[in-house]
């Protein structure tokens, strides 16, 4: 079974740094792109940033600059560093794979991880 674990939300100060981490395991396909997206109160989810298996990145703009996604593929690992955070920053943040079998395609969420930022 395909299990996406987040980890690293937490409270910050604006102007602050936070680290997410995803955890992947029960991988069984191939992975074409990994990524993070965020949802705040009242408002639809969005995507933050992704990368390819091919190390392509693509963010959003409102997280330009400030944002960077990696990821170690040996430890099916995900990162997302945060800095220069801003309030509207807040939001949880979701840890995303989408992949594919020869038969299936995977859209894989984690639970989410809450990141407040505080003015």
């Known amino acids: 079974q395909v299990q996406l674990v987040e980890s690293g939300g937490g409270l910050v100060q604006a102007g602050g740094s936070l680290r997410l981490c995803c955890a992947a395991?029960?991988?069984?396909?191939?992975?074409?792109?990994m990524g993070w997206y965020r949802q705040a109160p009242g408002k639809q989810r969005e995507l933050v940033a992704t990368?390819?298996?091919?190390?392509?990145?693509n963010y959003a703009d409102s997280v330009k600059g400030r944002i960077t996604i990696s990821r170690d593929n040996a430890k099916n690992m995900i990162y997302l560093q945060m800095n220069s955070l801003k309030p509207e920053d807040t939001a949880v943040y979701y840890c995303?794979?989408?992949?594919?079998?020869?038969?299936?395609?995977?859209?894989?969420w984690g639970q989410g991880t809450q990141v407040t930022v505080s003015s």
């Open positions: 995303n794979i989408k992949g594919s079998t020869w038969a299936t395609r995977y859209d894989v």
């Open positions: 395991s029960g991988i069984t396909f191939s992975i074409n792109a």
């Open positions: 990368i390819t298996s091919g190390g392509s990145t």
